[in-house]
């Protein structure tokens, strides 16, 4: 089992930067290929931003790139999202997961998930 937690979360105005957090714990032995993903209210969990094992390969949904950044530090288990820019439409609650596979845009891939935090933007 790992247990994933978020942070980083808050409130900020458009064009401001926040950055995410994702620590993971239990049995991390193993390497997992990473992912970010948001869901708004009403709205169905959308992928944010992928990160292989080796953290050589990342992939954003067309929305958030050049502005966010996925990243991790596999020595301390975890993984960053960087965002920039911000606007309202990227509210939203952020969660990060895990996927034994690999890296996959599919939140259906994934086997682990954290609890989530809250984006807002305001304008």
């Known amino acids: 089992q790992v247990q994933l937690v978020e942070s980083g979360g808050g409130l900020v105005q458009a064009g401001g930067s926040l950055r995410l957090s994702c620590a993971a714990s239990g049995r991390t032995d193993s390497s997992y290929a990473m992912g970010w993903f948001r869901q708004a209210p009403g709205k169905e969990r959308e992928f944010v931003a992928r990160i292989s094992r080796s953290a050589r390969i990342t992939y954003y949904t067309d929305s958030v790139k050049g502005r966010f950044t996925i990243s991790r530090d596999n020595a301390k288990n975890t993984v960053y999202l960087q965002m920039n820019s911000l606007k309202p439409e990227d509210t939203a609650v952020y969660y990060c997961?895990?996927?034994?596979?690999?890296?996959?845009?599919?939140?259906?891939?994934?086997?682990?998930w954290g609890q989530g935090t809250q984006v807002t933007v305001s304008s």
């Open positions: 997961a895990a996927s034994i596979g690999g890296s996959s845009s599919d939140y259906r891939l994934y086997d682990y």
